[in-house]
């Protein structure tokens, strides 16, 4: 931590300052040695010579004044809020937020200097503190924002007082500085106004669907609640997405009185009047906060519970409670557990029903599963939005509209687009078949529920999106073109070499447009090696083995392959990484080896998959094996699975994320009929086949470019004239020779 010395000098160490600028500690050092203008260690009694230590203000200075060091600009009023914290040790993390945000929101009431006659780092004495709180008093008299925290301060003004008014001037005015404040959150050591807190496009997404802008622009005014509001960051976000020009008015229930004041003074600050802000700590109004007249909508995040305690029927009838609420026109944007809310759920257990109730309701607008990483503060828990409107009349009525984002990063156009997506369905002046959506589809609440013997199914399982005809044309016209262009780049000679016995027509010519174009049933990995039947599931799942890299040989010191996510990420190459058979058989006995036909598939660090089909290698962990049984292959082919999963693989892990998007088991590939499974499994081989001889040509031409370089390098070759340049230059040869 910083340290303040005996005279007052603020001190910053090595790892701090590559905290600061966002980037590695030895980054720091090389700015000592390259820049003779950083700034120089201090040094002085008490100091530890081996810990070296530097007068922050300089150091920030210096940062601020050379905007390409580090990863992120520093500005004065970064200064000012890391000078602030740093003081601020001597009071307490939440003693000094609740103080310094009482004190901003103070000047902004007045929109006066909170210590005009104070230079920072003087002392000001009673007089300063006595002001303070006749000024409070005066512009909170009944105690609603700030006055208790102006009164609780003590000799700790002298110093934070001047300290907020440098904020203030180096923000430019108190509403930035105040987010400032809060965007350090996780810097003031206070957890709870970072356990909930959620990403910032994330929020912008909610305020969004929650009709909030549209309801402002057809009224004027809107109301907005949020029955768990924590630092008010959902509503801060629904305000900025109505904008200035409108009237809005919040309601919020918080934990306790610490949150409530502090959130009441941010929407202070941000402009709104004392009337239109009503966010309390006490549980006898978070009734209140979404009954009576009602707000026109509700954004909330769902409490959070750990993975041990968590009950989806509690999640659940939160939800119901909430939505029994809603009255026409009234919408309302919940965030909670992927495991209640999306993923699938066991047929006989009570959430099931409960899930299915909430369905039939008709209140359910939409269903989104969310990348991870949207609450940062807990990056392994998996979140989905439901959607809930009252509408009275809609013609989209027994449908509901599903979304799977898990594999997607939440950027700026994605939120625009869904919102689009969502706002265009079925609410007021828009009809569901008058518009193509892009990340959206549409089911039916039957098709969703739980069915006695049905495998239990995702909500958000992915499923096709967009009109089936349309798509069925673009995907046929497309295989046209790929194949015209193939044509072209292979030349002649590749396409006499191939028009011998037995070759395949070319792929475009393999398909067509289905007569009827819908989508097929589909199955979970999960499923399939789980299902009972004559001869056992359709597949078997095979474990990964853990192998020490002190094991792991060359290809030419090794007899089995290892495939493991560095293979199948494309890290390494296939066949260069072996380990030998006597290791394997005394290190690892449990480890078993792949027989041919077997796929391996891994989802971390990104999705992959391999046909083995030499067999006799080894999984290596995370990654792990599919094998298909007598009665899988009945159905399917190797070849045809791998690529089936290709098709069902998410697109990778999202930044935040930590673990992948969706599980191996999770996955859901499409149920072909047996004989499109043998024509399909003819054309991936000779697909295959033709990307096999590719690809040994280019590993050719590769070693033909790096053989002849080395050779010139190290001067043991030369270069000759090609030998038709050869014949042009030379004498004609007499006859007979």
């Known amino acids: 931590m910083a340290a303040v010395t005996d005279v007052g000098t603020l001190l910053i160490s090595m790892p701090e300052i590559a905290d600061l600028a966002d980037v590695q500690r030895a980054v720091v050092t090389t700015w000592r040695r390259r820049h003779p203008d950083f700034p120089a260690p201090v040094t002085g009694p008490g100091l530890d010579a081996s810990i070296p230590m530097f007068h922050a203000p300089d150091v920030l200075r210096w940062l601020a004044a050379n905007p390409r060091r580090g990863n992120r600009q520093v500005e004065t009023a970064d200064l000012r809020l890391y000078l602030l914290r740093c003081l601020g040790q001597r009071l307490g993390a939440r003693p000094l937020l609740a103080a310094a945000s009482a004190l901003l929101c103070l000047r902004h009431l007045d929109d006066e200097p909170l210590a005009p006659a104070v230079a920072p780092g003087g002392v000001a004495g009673d007089g300063l503190i006595a002001a303070l709180r006749a000024r409070a008093e005066q512009a909170d008299p009944r105690d609603e924002l700030l006055l208790s925290e102006v009164r609780a301060l003590g000799a700790e003004a002298d110093w934070l007082a001047p300290a907020v008014d440098e904020l203030v001037e180096a923000a430019y005015n108190t509403r930035d500085a105040f987010g400032r404040l809060l965007a350090a959150r996780h810097r003031l050591g206070v957890p709870e106004l ?41 509503l801060a976000a629904v305000h900025a997405a109505v904008g200035e020009d409108y009237e809005v008015r919040l309601r919020g229930i918080v934990p306790d009185r610490f949150l409530a004041r502090l959130a009441r003074r941010r929407f202070t600050v941000a402009g709104l009047a004392r009337r239109d802000v009503d966010i309390r700590a006490t549980a006898a109004t978070r009734r209140a906060a979404t009954r009576g007249a009602g707000p026109d909508a509700v954004v909330s995040c769902l409490p959070f519970q750990p993975a041990e305690e968590r009950d989806a029927v509690a999640v659940l009838a939160a939800v119901r409670g909430l939505a029994d609420t809603l009255r026409p026109g009234q919408t309302a944007v919940l965030l909670g ?74 950027t700026d156009d994605l939120v625009d687009t869904l919102v689009l997506d969502v706002v265009t369905w079925r609410r007021d002046g828009f009809a569901p078949d008058q518009r193509s959506r892009a990340l959206t589809s549409q089911a039916s609440i039957q098709d969703l529920k739980a069915r006695p013997g049905a495998a239990p199914m995702a909500l958000t399982a992915p499923r096709p999106a967009g009109e089936p005809t349309r798509r069925a044309a673009r995907a046929v016209v497309r295989l046209r073109e790929i194949e015209d262009e193939v044509t072209a780049l292979a030349g002649a000679g590749l396409a006499g070499a191939g028009a011998g016995a037995g070759a395949r027509p070319a792929a475009g010519a393999l398909v067509a447009m289905r007569d009827d174009p819908r989508a097929l049933p589909t199955a979970a990995i999960g499923r399939l090696a789980s299902t009972t039947a004559t001869g056992g599931g359709l597949l078997r799942l095979l474990p990964g083995t853990r192998i020490a890299p002190g094991d792991v040989r060359p290809a030419s010191a090794g007899h089995h392959p290892l495939v493991g996510a560095q293979e199948l990420s494309g890290a390494s190459r296939f066949d260069s990484r072996k380990v030998d058979r006597v290791v394997l058989a005394d290190a690892y ?36 094996g599919l094998r298909l049984t007598d009665a899988g292959r009945a159905v399917l082919t190797p070849r045809v699975l791998a690529a089936l999963l290709v098709a069902a693989a998410p697109t990778g892990r999202t930044p935040g994320a930590v673990r992948a998007p969706r599980r191996l088991e999770d996955l859901y590939i499409a149920a072909l009929p047996e004989p499109v499974v043998r024509d399909l499994d003819t054309l991936l081989a000779a697909t295959d086949a033709r990307r096999g001889r590719l690809r040994r040509e280019l590993d050719l031409l590769d070693e033909l470019r790096r053989t002849t370089v080395n050779g010139l390098a190290d001067g043991t070759l030369t270069l000759i004239a090609a030998p038709a340049e050869q014949n042009r230059g030379a004498p004609a040869e007499p006859a007979g020779h």
Request: hydrophobic share 40%.
């Open 194 to 234: 970072c356990a909930d807190a959620v990403v910032p496009r994330l929020a912008a997404l909610m305020a969004q669907l929650s009709g909030a802008p549209e309801r402002a622009r057809e009224t004027g005014s809107v109301e907005v609640a949020d029955p768990a509001a924590g630092a008010g960051d959902l």
């Open 589 to 624: 006995p449990r480890a078993r080896l792949t027989e041919p036909g077997d796929i391996v598939v891994t989802t971390s660090p990104r999705f992959g998959v391999h046909l083995d089909e030499p067999g006799s290698s080894i999984i290596e962990f995370p990654a792990r």
């Open 337 to 410: 557990p992927a495991e209640a809310l999306v993923d699938p759920l066991p047929v006989h257990r009570p959430a099931v029903r409960r899930r299915d109730e909430l369905l039939t309701t008709g209140l359910v607008e939409a269903v989104i599963s969310l990348p991870g990483g949207m609450v940062p503060f807990r990056p392994g828990y998996r979140t989905a939005l439901w959607v809930l409107r009252h509408e009275r009349d809609t013609p989209a009525r027994g449908r509901v509209l599903l979304a799977d984002l898990s594999d997607r990063e939440l």
